[in-house]
């Protein structure tokens, strides 16, 4: 079954402590993307990537890192610095950018 | 700066009933557009793309239309069933970087039976 796996469903972040969300997908595409998704509104974009070993940042870049080192995944890191994580967040892939996108279930971080 | 707004906010229908919903977009300069639907506490799911030099996509009940020089796109259900019941989004993607889009907040659809 091809798709996307994002883990974990539920995350719980502490004051101060970084964090570390996965995304894989093994529809063997190029471009992959990060997404935040706040209570009654739509998606913004935080990082994307068109290929291995680079990235670009969205709307919404600030505390947050990306790595791309292999093709079927893409973490993000919430880190201390993002002052207001709490949200839905949500990885997409292409094919190519500008294709079709395709979403993971979605991981939502909440802060104790 | 792109906007991508989605009227109504909610939508309220009885079973059966065709309906349309909106989408508009402030800069016709865009790749393509893409309807999603959402169901709660889950990913999106696509339902159709409509690349810039197109002016509608259709799939089974479900038809969208595109007018670039008038920044609007519409989403037609035909003959809706309790289970069209979900948020449904619209986005944009940039004509410079493809791989930019720009959602709407979305239009929650309630089909009654």
């Known amino acids: 079954d091809g798709g996307i796996t994002q883990s974990p469903k539920y995350l719980f972040r502490k004051e101060g402590q970084n964090v570390t969300l996965s995304c894989e997908q093994n529809?063997?595409?190029?471009?992959m993307y990060w997404y935040r998704q706040d209570p009654g509104q739509g998606l913004r974009l935080i990082y994307y990537s068109q290929i291995v070993n680079d990235f670009q940042k969205g709307d919404i870049a600030e505390g947050y890192s990306v790595s791309r080192e292999k093709k079927e995944s893409f973490p993000l890191t919430v880190t201390s610095a993002q002052k207001n994580p709490t949200a839905f967040y949500l990885c997409?892939?292409?094919?190519?950018?500008?294709?079709?996108?395709?979403f993971g279930p979605g991981t939502r971080l909440l802060v104790l | 700066k792109q906007e991508v707004t989605q009227i109504p906010a909610a939508l309220s229908v009885p079973e059966g009933e065709n309906l349309v919903l909106n989408c508009s977009f402030t800069?016709?300069?865009?790749?393509?557009l893409q309807w999603f639907r959402q169901d709660p506490g889950k990913g999106l799911t696509s339902l159709l793309l409509i690349q810039s030099s197109q002016r509608e996509q259709t799939s089974g009940r479900l038809n969208a239309s595109l007018d670039k020089s008038s920044g609007r796109s519409t989403l037609y259900i035909a003959a809706s069933q309790p289970g069209d019941s979900a948020t449904y989004l619209c986005?944009?993607?940039?004509?410079?970087?493809?791989?930019?889009?720009?959602f709407g907040d979305g239009t929650t659809l309630t089909v009654k039976p």
């Open positions: 997409a892939s292409t094919l190519e950018a500008g294709g079709t996108q395709y």
């Open positions: 800069d016709s300069a865009i790749y393509n």
């Open positions: 986005a944009v993607s940039d004509n410079t970087n493809a791989g930019k889009s720009t």
């Open positions: 529809l063997n595409h190029d471009a």
